[in-house]
């Protein structure tokens, strides 16, 4: 049984930190490429950052470059999300997205909340 969980979202004041966490299980998580999405109300889900199987070169949105980092313990099968400098405009519910090329798989979290406000 295939499982994400996502955890760490919460209420944060502008400028403040938040690590985000993915828990993966079911699945061999050393060999798919991870990435974090997010979802604010009325809006389309985006990709917010992607790193590759083996750990290297991860990928940001421009809106947060040099604000988060990802990072991944295939060890531990836990991918990370390390968000600093919040903005208001960072509020949205934040998914891990697990994939494959082959065989072709596509993995969801349940997602986890983040909210940017004073």
């Known amino acids: 049984q295939v499982q994400l969980v996502e955890s760490g979202g919460g209420l944060v004041q502008p400028g403040g930190s938040l690590r985000l966490s993915c828990a993966t299980s079911?699945?061999?998580?050393?060999?798919?490429?991870m990435s974090w999405y997010r979802q604010a109300p009325e809006k389309e889900r985006e990709l917010v950052a992607t790193?590759?199987?083996?750990?290297?070169?991860?990928n940001y949105a421009d809106s947060v470059k040099g604000r988060f980092t990802i990072s991944r313990d295939n060890a531990k099968n836990m991918l990370y999300l390390q968000m600093s400098s919040l903005k208001p405009e960072d509020t949205a519910v934040y998914y891990c997205k697990a994939a494959s090329i082959a065989p072709r798989r596509v993995y969801w979290g349940q997602g986890t909340q983040v909210t940017v406000s004073s």
């Open positions: 079911g699945f061999t998580f050393s060999r798919y490429a």
């Open positions: 790193i590759t199987s083996g750990g290297g070169s991860p």
